[in-house]
């Protein structure tokens, strides 16, 4: 099918929110403050994170970027060689975060349902190495998570959450951050909510904690305490390998803005919007939505299963129409770094051919997700 590549993105697949309280925020903490670095804004925002979670503050670490808050927590539980159990099919920051700190990840299937990880699977693949388990809430759907830490208590095993997806989504009705072993959230720009860039680790292992915190500052020892009362460190010593990831204040500064329109604005919208692709093409011969549970989830993306081959036809015809599409993820074992031997996984591999994200944002209207769903059920009837 031939199309044509002028027509700039009408709808598009996802988008930044930020305004004119974001955009004040900023300014005051460069006009009136000046200190641009990590001090009294990512202090608060790690209290309010905290709060917005029920949990004490010292469980929360701000970092630069959800990839950072995951590199740290893999390095705070593993050593060199150490395997970690995680679906394929995510985003190339969860397999980068693990190599990052040394560690291998071990590629596992998921269910196709829910593309959460095949345990089943991943038991297969134990050996005396692993040491940690990734279970990655896609499309923001932390389903069989009480599965996953049943399945860690049995091996041993620490619990990675890549809730990068799952700021503001609760599972059997507490909130993802606020139970669980250790929980990295990202703010990158187009997440639930935005620092600009950067993410957050959360966790109730004191020691765990206290190694992250100080990893993200070079490994200088009890750096942070020190910036948070405006103080540095001159005398200090470093006992492992850290690095700069720390939160900067202006990044703080805007996340704290979008932390609170969380409840009231973007949360609703998206999930009203979610609801609509689902009321709209739930029926439609040769699609199939994921099982989640929309309200408790907060969807980041709004992938659907096209079957039939249909796929990408499909994105081109959205495409022509100037409505920008994605396909998340390419499984990680299909690439050359992390492709050990030939390895097939058939599930992720038939679903890396059938998924295809619609666009979902607080900035669409229900208009545009009409407009993109008559557009879907157009080709599914035609084609
Ligand atoms: C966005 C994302 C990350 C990484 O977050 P950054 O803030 O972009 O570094 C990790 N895992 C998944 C599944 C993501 O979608």
Same mark, same amino acid.
């Given at each position: 099918m031939a199309i044509q590549k002028t027509i700039d993105p009408v709808i598009r697949l996802s988008q930044s929110i930020v305004g004119q309280r974001e955009s004040d925020a900023l300014i005051k903490v460069i006009l009136d403050d000046g200190y641009l670095g990590m001090g009294e804004q990512v202090n608060?925002?790690?209290?309010?994170i905290a709060c917005y979670l029920g949990v004490p503050k010292e469980w929360v670490i701000c970092v630069n970027s959800g990839t950072a808050a995951l590199h740290l927590a893999v390095q705070a539980v593993t050593k060199a060689d150490d395997e970690v159990l995680v679906q394929s099919l995510t985003f190339v920051s969860s397999f980068q975060a693990i190599s990052a700190a040394r560690a291998k990840p071990v590629p596992c299937?998921?269910?196709?349902?829910?593309? #959460?990880? &095949?345990?089943?699977? !991943?038991?297969?693949?134990i050996t005396k190495k692993t040491r940690a388990i990734m279970p990655v809430h896609y499309a923001s759907n932390p389903d069989n998570l009480d599965k996953v830490y049943e399945f860690a208590r049995k091996y041993k095993l620490r619990v990675i959450e890549d809730a990068a997806h799952a700021f503001g989504c609760t599972f059997k009705k507490k909130k993802i951050g606020s139970f669980g072993d250790i929980i990295c959230f990202s703010f990158d720009g187009i997440k639930n909510i935005t620092s600009g860039e950067g993410?957050?680790?959360? #966790?109730? &292992?004191?020691?765990? !904690?206290?190694?992250?915190r100080d990893s993200r500052l070079l490994g200088i020892e009890k750096d942070t305490e020190k910036r948070f009362i405006?103080?540095?460190?001159?005398?200090?010593?470093?006992?492992?390998?850290g690095y700069r990831y720390h939160m900067s204040?202006?990044?703080?500064?805007?996340?704290?803005?979008q932390l609170s329109r969380l409840n009231n604005e973007f949360a609703p919208k998206r999930i009203e919007l979610a609801k609509l692709y689902r009321k709209q093409l739930e029926n439609v011969v040769g699609l199939q939505f994921l099982n989640t549970n929309l309200g408790p989830v907060v969807p980041h993306i709004q992938p659907v299963r096209v079957l039939e081959g249909k796929r990408n036809n499909l994105r081109l015809t959205l495409e022509s129409q100037g409505i920008q599409t994605g396909i998340h993820y390419k499984?990680?074992?299909?690439?050359?770094?992390?492709?050990?031997g030939g390895m097939q996984l058939p599930v992720s591999e038939r679903l890396y051919e059938e998924l295809l994200s619609l666009p979902l944002h607080p900035g669409l209207s229900s208009i545009d997700v009409k407009k993109v769903c008559q557009v879907v059920i157009k080709f599914m009837k035609s084609s």
């Open positions: 608060n925002f790690e209290r309010e299937e998921v269910h196709p349902e829910t593309i #959460t990880i &095949n345990l089943r699977d !991943a038991e297969n693949r993410g957050a680790v959360v #966790t109730k &292992n004191e020691e765990t !904690a206290q190694r992250i405006g103080e540095r460190s001159w005398d200090f010593n470093v006992v492992e390998q204040n202006l990044f703080a500064a805007v996340g704290r803005v499984p990680n074992h299909l690439l050359t770094f992390y492709n050990t």
